[in-house]
């Protein structure tokens, strides 16, 4: 256990951003909008965060609510649009009305993105086959991590599908890093390290004022040194 896990934090803007930074985060997801989930932020938002803080930035590629692509040529522009203002990592997944991963639209995305680092999100936990969808999605360029909670519901209900998938690592779909998110509280930490999860992804669990108020340096702190210890 001596590899230090990641913390990834999301932020809405710059003092977000200096806030998570200050408190130990290693990676910043970079979204708006939280009523939604989270969707893509505006380029000027991104430029502003890069030049703010040095950790690594992923960046949401999601125009709507819910999990289907949506108008794929105005979601290639905005990519086109965040990579020109400094992004180089992303944040994306589709689904189909099935619940199947959306392939051609996430190739042709990441196609957009010319080999960028990119996670899955949580689409993993709404879709109708978990491995499927990781099998499907295997050797694509670039994809380097899942966020997930394990179940739609959240890490409470998704521990034993996260433990089991944590097994898994380094077969085929399971190549990239399982990040934990969802849900996620300070004393799930134990037992997802002790299956060997080593990157872990906070929202609300950084405002101690909820999403009206900003991350908070402190707060962020809290976990860091909780995965520091654990």
């Not at 180089?88 to 392939?103: T, Y």
């Amino acid at each position: 256990m001596s590899k230090r896990a990641v913390l990834e934090v999301i932020a809405l803007g710059v003092e977000d951003a200096v806030a998570a930074e200050a408190g130990g985060a290693d990676r910043l997801e970079l979204v708006t909008d939280m009523a939604a989930d989270g969707l893509s932020p505006r380029p000027d938002v991104v430029a502003g965060i890069r030049a703010a803080v040095a950790v690594d930035l992923r960046v949401m590629l999601r125009l709507t609510d819910g999990f289907a692509a949506g108008d794929l040529d105005r979601l290639t522009r905005v990519a086109a649009e965040l990579r020109d203002a400094g992004a180089d990592q992303f944040v994306l997944g589709f689904l189909d009305p099935a619940g199947d991963v959306d392939l051609a639209a996430v190739e042709r995305v990441v196609g957009a993105l010319d080999g960028c680092p990119w996670t899955f999100h949580r689409a993993i936990d709404r879709a109708a086959d978990r491995d499927a969808l990781r099998r499907r999605l295997c050797g694509l360029p670039g994809l380097d991590t899942f966020l997930t909670a394990g179940a739609a519901a959240g890490v409470d209900e998704g521990l034993p599908t996260l433990t089991a998938e944590a097994a898994h690592t380094g077969t085929p779909g399971y190549e990239p890093r399982i990040m934990v998110g969802g849900g996620l509280r300070l004393e799930h930490v134990p037992a997802l390290r002790s299956a060997g999860i080593d990157a872990f992804h906070i929202g609300g669990a950084a405002r101690p004022q909820g999403w009206t108020g900003p991350v908070c340096a402190g707060a962020v702190g809290r976990w860091r040194t909780t995965l520091d210890g654990a």
